[in-house]
């Protein structure tokens, strides 16, 4: 996940221009299965040293949710297809410190325009803002009339809101009780009750198209040769080329393996 992280910081120091205050929501976790490691210290200080080279008023902080999430364990959903961390964005009304409005991006995502309009957006009387779930906005939703299943991949949250109708302390409660597909996701969709849309390009889940600003490599389908799961992720850089025939990342790529060697060294 840390390959992800600096892919992400890196696409947005160069696309967004004003100061960047990123938090990266973390965890360690054992199951009887796995054991779940953190994002280290040590990485944390490193990118946080990289961003400021941009602006010295840039920070990267580690936010540790482990506590808070032992406390509300997700019972019923700890070996779905998705890994524990999926649930971390609940948890953000319980950590203190953090603002009223917060774009949580999934560890995938590339900005690949300025995003600086989409989070100035008028949020203050919705919970969040965000792109419909390019498959479950066909299976899974409210009114049956409208396409109202968000991707919860790229989420522009008001805190405040959430505070108020208790949105993620409902959603916490959900994932304990009831088996879901995707469960946070599911849980926020169904138990939110003021979303705003907003255009696919904001989160492209499928292909990417001219007008995209931020590119969530998630997984897809394929009907062939047989029907079958695609997944391919920002940092598998040679599935990118021969996969998803994409090269206009390559410049990003290349930044991205510098710092991940000088990481690791």
Partial sequence: MRNGLIISILSLLRTVKEELNIYVYTMEYKSPKKEY??????????LDKMVKKENK??????IDITDLFMKEPPKRNLRTFFTPYCMLRLFADEVPGMPDKLLYLDIDIICRKDITDFYYQDI?????????????????RNNFF???????????LNLNKIKETGLFKKSRERCRKRNMLMPDQSALNKIAISKKFWPRQYNEQRKLHDDTVIQHFTTSFRLFPVFHTFTVKPWEIEKVHRKMHI??????????????????S
Avoid: Q, T
């Fill in 37 to 46: 490691k953190g994002i280290s210290d040590s990485s944390i200080d490193y």
């Fill in 57 to 62: 008023d840039n920070f990267v902080k580690k």
């Fill in 124 to 140: 203050e009387e919705y919970e969040f803002a965000g792109v419909l779930d390019h498959y479950g906005r066909w299976f899974f």
């Fill in 146 to 156: 409208k396409f109202d299943y968000i991707n919860s991949g790229v989420l522009l």
């Fill in 247 to 264: 090269y206009e990342y390559d410049d990003l790529f290349e930044e991205y393996l510098k710092v991940k060697d000088e990481m690791e």
